[in-house]
């Protein structure tokens, strides 16, 4: 029997919420995680449990952090959207006005949107890549820079695993005038909601992160297993060889927008609030309710160049396919991460939804996490 001690506050009426969060350490292999869930912008979960380091047993604490993966790129669309409400940034302009050396190799006529809908071409890039390479900002952008479309962008969709954060951050960096995206992220969003999310995270912070588990060696995803060579070649700026272990402090303080931010399930959840409830909370204004339909507007609903299966896309963000028995309501949108965390926003509901734990799920590539999942529907089910 799992004795976990599951900590934090909830909602009388989110009760079963705390009892499928336990569920998971029970059942599903949990070992240290923390779920945030806002209604209206204001917190009616906030749990967490488990042990956020298996060598020396340090549990998992209210301020305990956790590298996130992929759920970072929603928090770079976030950036973007920022600057596209102020009038600084426009999806249909080219890249290159923004970013003039990116106008090499095919790629002078793409706009901002496909980078944001993945349909760019960019999932990998040309130049041969060495250790460090990967946390090193200047030598991706030049990369970038050199690299070739694998497409006709714009006929295709295809993820951008780990090309997405330079590319749209970039973008950003540019516009802005900020030193990178993460002190962009950090001044515009971070700061003003309080909360604990960081692309690029410093030192200091190291006491309180929770190591990553990787899946067990004998349940390696299917992409990992037997990848196609397109989805190999995504993957290796963010490889060992290339970016170095998840849990190395080099990896922890480089800004790898599309793979490496660190934060709580409580700030994600608190960033999708303000989302959920039309860009605004507590005082804070990120866009207008405009905006919100606008980046949540379906851009592709096709088959995945990259991960060999169907996908549904807005501007930086994933959507449910209906019918496909995600959890998710079908207004939400959101960013998943490597081995299942999970962050999205439901203007229905006025949900704000984080979900962040440290033992990788061994199922395939992008799949729904079925802790993530079990923890979604039941939200939905107490709403009901």
């Known amino acids: 029997m799992n004795d976990t001690q599951i900590q934090g506050t909830v909602d009388p009426k989110f009760e079963s919420v705390r009892e499928a969060f336990l569920q998971n350490f029970q059942e599903n292999s949990e070992v240290g995680a923390a779920i945030g869930v806002t209604i209206n912008g204001e917190s009616v979960i906030d749990l967490w449990g488990g042990i956020a380091q298996k060598d020396s047993q340090k549990l998992w604490m209210e301020d305990t952090m956790v590298n996130v993966f992929s759920m970072t790129k929603g928090m770079v669309a976030i950036c973007a959207h920022i600057l596209a409400d102020r009038g600084l940034l426009d999806y249909d302009a080219p890249v290159a006005q923004y970013w003039p050396e990116f106008a090499q190799n095919g790629k002078e006529n793409i706009p901002v949107r496909w980078l944001l809908s993945h349909q760019a071409g960019l999932v990998a890039v040309d130049a041969r890549l060495g250790p460090g390479d990967g946390l090193n900002w200047d030598r991706m952008i030049h ?184 959890a998710l309501g079908s207004n939400a949108f959101g960013h998943n991460g490597a081995g299942g965390s999970m962050g999205f926003a439901d203007p229905e509901y006025r949900i704000g939804f984080g979900y962040v734990m440290s033992q990788m799920w061994a199922g395939d590539l992008m799949d729904p996490d079925p802790r993530a999942q079990l923890l979604a529907r039941t939200v939905y089910q107490c709403l009901s």
């Open 143 to 326: 990369a970038l820079e050199e690299t070739t479309p694998q497409w006709e962008p714009g006929t295709k969709n295809g993820y951008h695993m780990v090309t997405f954060g330079w590319l749209v951050g970039e973008v950003i960096r540019r516009i802005s005038g900020s030193a990178s995206v993460g002190t962009f992220f950090k001044n515009e969003v971070v700061d003003p909601l309080g909360v604990d999310f960081f692309i690029g995270t410093p030192e200091s912070e190291d006491y309180r992160i929770a190591d990553i588990i990787p899946p067990s060696p004998g349940s390696l995803v299917r992409t990992q297993v037997e990848p196609s060579k397109l989805t190999k070649r995504s993957l290796v700026p963010a490889s060992e060889e290339v970016a170095g272990n998840p849990n190395s402090r080099g990896w922890r303080g480089a800004e790898i927008p599309g793979a490496n931010g660190h934060a709580t399930a409580r700030a994600v959840a608190k960033i999708y609030g303000a989302v959920a409830c039309g860009g605004a909370l507590d005082d804070v204004y990120l866009f207008s309710p405009e905006r919100v339909d606008i980046m949540r507007e379906v851009q592709v609903q096709s088959m995945d160049e990259v991960l060999e299966l169907e996908t549904r896309r807005s501007l930086g963000f994933m959507h449910p396919i209906p019918g496909s028995g995600d």
